[in-house]
């Protein structure tokens, strides 16, 4: 399939309209999770990476490392993560990113994405293997082509992992303003082993998120998950 794709991505529903193009942008961002295999010029990649690292960080220490990978370098990359994946040997973060225990609200918003997908995917309760056959679809990069691998130095603290986010969010708003899409992908930090090897980093790098980039297919029914958002005053407190 190629970017001619005349499937269009179905519109998030707002409380309020975007006013320009970059609230537009920002308002209809998503987490695509199936790309046409329609290629991405470098000069695009490039011209992205260059401008979202005017993201502000912490005395400037600008903490980010992108590892863009391609065409074989991507194949082989996927295939060593996929088959770690599938294997017997037991795989974690080398940080938490989710809490030990989930409390409300948390617990049901986290829940309702994951049933929202699993509904559009026809995947229903208790199906394991379709469970685990989706999610090891994380490390295709969801057939996207291009996948990034983002990290940081080990000796680093909170502070620059804050900075991060904001780069990473400036990555996915100007693969917008360029026809693209995104999926950030925290799944891959379990594998941070395999990725130290193939991508030939050393141990001083932490494996912070992958990222799928890439034309959307919008015709693939988990391209239609729309993630809601609670109201404003439930998460806003105006102190006058």
Not at 6 to 13: F, G, H, K, L, M
Not at 162 to 183: I, K, P, S, W
Request: hydrophobic share 40%; net charge negative.
């Amino acid at each position: 399939m190629n970017a001619s794709s005349t499937s269009q991505a179905p519109r998030i529903p707002l409380p309020i309209e975007p006013a320009d193009p970059v609230e537009e942008v920002v308002a209809q961002r998503r987490s695509v999770r199936a790309f046409l295999d329609t290629p991405v010029p470098r000069a695009t990649v490039e011209r992205i990476l260059t401008l979202a690292a005017r993201a502000p960080s912490g005395t400037n220490m600008q903490p980010w490392k992108a590892h863009v990978v391609t065409g074989a370098a991507k194949d082989r990359l996927c295939d060593a993560v996929v088959s770690a994946f599938d294997g017997p040997e037991k795989h974690a973060n080398e940080w938490d990113y989710y809490p030990k225990e989930f409390r409300e609200p948390y617990l049901a918003r986290r829940r309702k994405v994951g049933w929202d997908l699993y509904g559009l995917l026809g995947i229903a309760r208790g199906e394991a293997e379709r469970m685990h056959a989706q999610h090891g679809r994380n490390f295709r990069f969801f057939d996207a082509p291009v996948g990034m691998i983002f990290t940081i130095d080990r000796h680093l603290e909170i502070g620059s992992w804050l900075d991060y986010g904001m780069f990473l969010q400036n990555v996915m708003l100007l693969a917008r303003a360029h026809g693209l899409e995104t999926c950030p992908q925290a799944a891959f930090a379990a594998y941070h082993k395999v990725i130290r090897a193939q991508l030939g980093l050393d141990e001083e790098a932490v494996v912070v998120c992958g990222l799928s980039l890439g034309y959307a297919d919008w015709s693939a029914p988990e391209n239609q998950l729309i993630t809601t958002r609670v109201p404003l005053e439930e998460f806003v407190t105006f102190h006058d």
